[in-house]
């Protein structure tokens, strides 16, 4: 079906929470549940999509490249898809590419507080049917109340010793000339509770919000991402792309001057700013892929954003899009995202892939086209869920740069405190 005609209707302000909490079990469950800050004016959630794609990414992107999944469609693309040129075939452990098209959804204006329902179909008449069935949603608004943590465990897949290894062997073949940066993550899994199931765990995060948090349900398999990064933003009618990798990390501190003197010190660093130069110039070669000659530039550089668990290093690369250039040329351009791989990135991914099993979702792209516009998110911060006769299965994992001069127990102890927040949402501890 075609979804050309559009009909929008402005609504009072609700809490998009409450309302992905009251679908969270429907078909095709979404929410991009934003802070509302300077990133994340919009927050999104539906349910019920009329098409979805699970599998085969030349398939995949082929759909996105139609006018009628570029209108309001919610897609992940796994890490491994975008790694296997580099690393060659491996075991599948998600889908390359799930896309979902959503005829009616409802768009959080944090800003102006309120709510707009939008419905698209084939004719004027499918398009209000299609807001009715969106305004109907904020009728079964549940109480997200915290609720106790969902797992009953949380357990490395592999001991600490084995990513101290790990760094110290990457370290090594940075010396020997091999690559300058590889993001190396470790891996954590469990099992939710009988009674438990994968948004009790968004709802446990919800005290910490992110520019770029999600859930995403689609049959037996879930995400759960408490993201602050920024893969890319596009923009059709400007032609505008934008990308805020994220390299540089200091935990936080109860202390207020201590915690000062953290965020002081991650500005500071030579190592983490020469680290985060690295995934700069290679995003810039990446957007250079999409973007008229010469309009690719630098708009900030080393900015430290400051989350409820760590401090980070930002900065901003922006380009002019060819004319032409869509949500597929984009994500077949820069995908994987430079920030979590390395430099050079196929070099980066050939030596991750020696020290990682295949990651799944984690550090793919959870992207929102909506009428050709672009959000897509790296996939940090990120639990991947799968229900079996047991019950729900859960993976996350947490990575850190390693550069020449990385210290191995120091990259052990950021991986940590990038996993808290997850942890503690998940375990309690």
């Known amino acids: 079906m075609s979804l050309a005609a559009a009909e929008r209707r402005i609504l009072p302000w609700r809490d998009p929470l409450a309302i992905a909490h009251g679908l969270r079990n429907r078909q095709g469950a979404v929410a991009l549940l934003s802070d509302g800050g300077p990133l994340g004016r919009w927050s999104f959630v539906a349910a019920d999509p009329d098409r979805i794609h699970v599998g085969d990414l030349d398939e995949g992107l082929r759909l996105l490249r139609q006018p009628d999944w ?37 768009a959080f204006d944090h800003a102006r507080a309120e709510v707009v329902a939008v419905g698209r179909g084939a004719a004027p008449a499918t398009a209000a049917a299609a807001v009715d069935r969106a305004q109907a949603w ?37 010396a020997a000339g091999e690559l300058f940066q590889a993001n190396i993550a470790r891996a954590w899994s469990g ?37 602050p990064e920024l893969f890319l933003t596009f923009d059709p009618a400007t032609g505008r792309i934008e990308s805020r990798p994220i390299k540089g990390t200091r935990s936080r501190d109860p202390d207020p001057a201590r915690d000062a003197a953290l965020a002081d ?44 668990t760590v401090h980070h290093l930002v900065s901003t690369v922006a380009a ?6 869509g949500a597929a040329d984009l994500l077949e351009a820069t995908f994987p995202p430079g920030s979590i791989t390395g430099a050079p990135k196929h070099q980066a991914m050939k030596v991750i892939a020696a020290h990682e099993p295949p990651r799944g979702p984690w ?29 729900w299965r859960f993976r996350t994992l947490a990575g850190a740069g390693v550069v020449s001069d990385s210290v191995p127990a120091a990259e052990l102890a950021e ?9 503690e949402a998940l375990v309690g501890t």
């Open 70 to 106: 570029a209108r309001q469609t919610v897609g992940l693309m796994a890490y491994d898809a975008g790694a296997r040129p580099a690393t060659g075939p491996r075991p599948a452990v998600w889908p390359d590419l799930m896309l979902a098209r959503y005829p009616a959804m409802l």
């Open 138 to 174: 904020l009728e079964v608004a549940g109480s997200p109340a915290e609720p106790p943590p969902p797992a009953a465990s949380f357990d490395a897949d592999a001991p600490p010793e084995a990513y101290v290894a790990a760094v110290a062997d990457v370290v090594g073949r940075i």
């Open 191 to 227: 099992r939710l509770r009988r009674e438990a199931e994968p948004f009790d765990a968004m709802l446990r995060l919800a005290g910490r919000a992110a520019a770029y948090g999600a859930y995403w349900r689609l049959g037996d398999r879930a995400v759960v991402s408490n993201s």
């Open 265 to 308: 010190e991650l500005a500071a660093s030579a190592k983490d700013r020469a680290e985060n130069l690295m995934i700069v110039d290679l995003m810039r070669n990446d957007l250079s892929r999409v973007a008229l000659p010469g309009s690719v530039r630098v708009e900030r550089l080393f900015e430290v954003e400051r989350l409820p």
């Open 320 to 325: 002019t899009a060819r004319p032409g250039v």
């Open 363 to 391: 550090c793919g792209s959870l992207f929102h086209v909506d009428e050709g516009r672009v959000t897509a998110s790296v996939l940090i911060r990120t639990a991947a869920f799968e229900r079996d006769g047991d019950g």
């Open 415 to 423: 991986t940590g405190a990038k996993i808290r927040a997850l942890r």
